[in-house]
């Protein structure tokens, strides 16, 4: 079975890695043309182009799947399904008709749920309890297509964004390898999405990293997490910019939003809307990540300070 893989970013270089660690064969990677990134704007390869040329697969960069030259590369690689995850194209229909088992996606949400660029993030920042992965043979909708398989998976208090990738590219390994055989075979029939139900998971604006401490802790909490560590939710000290990575609501504690209400040896505690944040760690602009206690060393942070 020649199976094609699709992928670009984060989540799906982190389904690859488990997918070959698990011994899945991949005939070739297709991924998005290098872009500029950077300040000196040199080309960048996607996550998924890095690893999987270190692993020795063959790379295939075509131009968007609506040019002929994506159908070229297909030609030559002669696959039987295209296994496709968070790759940052809708295929067309020429495309999707190309394998002969057809294009499955390996999307990381409970579909149709959070469906979109960023369901991940967007079921942090909602404050879900729970997520999971979703095998969808896809059609020509924004994940719309039919359900092959689906597996639900506990959000923890302590996930943020780069953990809970972990555990869902984890998770999408296994589904593939458990339940992707069986619709090959004909055996599994996939199932309609119930489009009452459907969601849909923007992609994170630049304006939603920005701290606004008149809201409530818990909504800043999930706000941190959701953007950790990438690109990393922010507040302003004097004029500076401050990323917040990881930090917890304290119930117990209230301040003005924004004041600094506790700053003694590691406990830096920031009051809200409602309630208080315990902030742990940090990164100052142009800095390094860094402890609640380096940091307010650093910067000489006491009671009273304001984050704005």
Same mark, same amino acid.
């Given at each position: 079975?020649?199976?094609?893989?699709?992928?670009?970013?984060?989540?799906?270089?982190?389904?690859?890695?488990?997918?070959?660690?698990?011994?899945? #064969?991949?005939?070739?990677?297709?991924?998005?043309?290098?872009? @500029? %990134?950077?300040?000196?704007?040199?080309?960048?390869?996607? =996550?998924?182009? %890095?690893?999987?040329? %270190?692993?020795?697969?063959?790379?295939?960069?075509?131009? #968007?799947? =609506?040019?002929?030259?994506?159908?070229?590369?297909?030609? #030559?690689?002669? @696959?039987?399904?295209?296994?496709?995850?968070?790759?940052?194209?809708?295929?067309?229909?020429?495309?999707?008709?190309?394998?002969s088992r057809g294009c499955v996606n390996v999307h990381p949400s409970l579909l149709p749920r959070y469906r979109g660029a960023a369901p991940i993030q967007r079921a942090l920042m909602e404050g879900e309890s729970e997520t999971g992965v979703t095998l969808m043979l896809m059609d020509e909708g924004l994940d719309t297509g039919p359900v092959i398989a689906s597996e639900k998976v506990a959000i923890e208090e302590e996930d943020d964004a780069l953990t809970l990738r972990g555990k869902l590219a984890l998770l999408g390994a296994r589904l593939v390898l458990e339940e992707l055989p069986g619709f090959l075979s004909g055996k599994t029939v996939p199932r309609p999405q119930e489009e009452g139900h459907a969601t849909y998971a923007d992609p994170i604006r630049k304006e939603e990293a920005a701290i606004d401490w008149t809201r409530d802790a818990m909504t800043i909490f999930n706000q941190v997490r959701a953007l950790s560590p990438r690109p990393g939710a922010h507040t302003w000290l004097e004029g500076k910019r401050v990323k917040i990575l990881r930090a917890r609501p304290r119930q117990d504690v209230a301040a003005a939003p924004g004041k600094v209400a506790a700053a003694a040896g590691d406990a830096l505690v920031v009051g809200a809307g409602e309630q208080a944040l315990q902030v742990y760690e940090l990164q100052p602009e142009g800095r390094k990540v860094m402890g609640a206690g380096e940091f307010m060393r650093g910067y000489r942070i006491s009671e009273g300070d304001l984050f704005a």
């Open positions: 079975m020649a199976t094609v893989f699709l992928g670009s970013g984060e989540f799906s270089r982190d389904l690859l890695t488990e997918l070959l660690r698990s011994g899945y #064969g991949i005939t070739s990677v297709i991924t998005p043309q290098d872009r @500029p %990134a950077g300040r000196g704007l040199k080309l960048r390869p996607t =996550a998924v182009k %890095a690893l999987a040329e %270190a692993e020795g697969l063959e790379v295939l960069q075509p131009s #968007g799947p =609506a040019d002929s030259s994506f159908l070229d590369a297909l030609r #030559g690689t002669r @696959p039987d399904v295209l296994l496709v995850a968070d790759y940052g194209y809708v295929l067309p229909g020429t495309v999707l008709g190309f394998p």
